[in-house]
């Protein structure tokens, strides 16, 4: 299958370090290639990929100086799909909103991952303009706040190589891990709180953006200084995380806003390391709760939850990992919604199609 993988420009594919999103079209593009499918990446010119690589910007647009406005270089992006959009029997878009005006009449060999929030209330409407685009979401949580008549041809969980982070049934340190974004909705304030009251330290691997850079300087840095027992590492890359995640007794995952998936939760459970993370967004969907961690209301809740780790067996938390969380298994499943698409443009497709109007012209006869 000849296949277009389109990605933001924010950060490179894979991203040097934070950057969900083009992590997981990294992880797909090069499954699809590893099983045998021709797989064009659009992306930033500093991407690294064995498919063909299409130079949508010289570096990702976060790490260059001179860029000021991302959005005209993502418009450029999507003309250079829309020139050779029929070398490919699918699109697979990652990019948010911006390409739908442009693929409407290629939509029926088209899918667009939603990777964000969908709760926000300008997005109603849009969506609903646009609701003969096929739409994949990854989680079923995701969708809740939209209408369900869109067009909705899959849920896929992300997945992960299956060696990128290895077991460690036996972590050499004791301490609670904090990975991700230091903002107010991933709430790293409960994380310090929660490692104070149990008595144990605090690592907290996490970016700051600029827009959370006053609730940086305001609120979580003043936290930090006060309590001994948190180091702040700022961010770490992907070969950090084996280790950072690896020899954590666990990593709390205390959101107060609608995840729509949260790709740390299984890194650490590929790690063995089993994940207290607070009930919102995906997190039932993603974390067993006794399993592989466990699901909360509170800090409270999360409080007891760590003096409960050693009913958990990490062998088992991998275990899992693999049942449910490998990129072999986000590969098949979009192959799986791929060739479902009613103008995707395959041998197996078309035999589909074909024989369905066999069926039909039979039945009227």
Known sequence: ???????????????????????????LTEELVRQGHKVT????????????????????????????????????MMDEVRQRADDFDVLHFH????????????AGRTITTTHGRLDL????PFFVAFQDVPLVSISREQRRALP????????????????????NGNPSAGYLAYLGRISPEKRPDRAIEIAARVGLPLKMAAKVDRADQDYWDNAIAPMIRSHPNVEFVGEINELQKAEFLGNARALLFPIDWPEPFGLVTIEAMACGTPVIAFRAGAVPEVIDDGLT??????????????FRLDTLDRRKVR???????????MAKDYLRVYSGLPDVR??????RREHGEQIELHAVA
Not at 45 to 60: E, P, Q
Not at 346 to 351: I, K, V
Request: charged content about 25%; proline content about 7%.
């Open 1 to 27: 299958m000849k296949i277009a993988q389109i990605a933001p420009l924010s950060e490179s594919v894979p991203p040097r370090l934070y950057g969900g999103t083009e992590r997981v079209v990294s992880y």
């Open 41 to 76: 990446l659009f992306a930033s010119g500093d991407s690294r990929t064995a498919a063909k690589l299409v130079r949508c910007s010289d570096i990702a647009l976060r790490l260059n100086p001179v860029v000021k406005d991302h959005l005209p270089y993502h418009i450029v």
């Open 95 to 106: 990019t948010d909103l911006l390409h739908f005006p442009f693929v409407r009449d290629l």
């Open 121 to 124: 209330p300008d997005l109603r």
């Open 148 to 167: 369900r008549h869109l067009n909705w041809v899959g849920n896929v969980y992300h997945g992960l190589p299956r060696d990128l982070l290895p077991f």
């Open 293 to 306: 961690g466990f699901v909360v209301r509170n800090v409270d809740e999360a409080v007891k939850a760590i």
């Open 319 to 329: 275990a899992i990992f693999e049942h449910r969380f490998t990129v072999e298994r």
């Open 346 to 351: 395959t041998d197996a497709a078309r035999l």
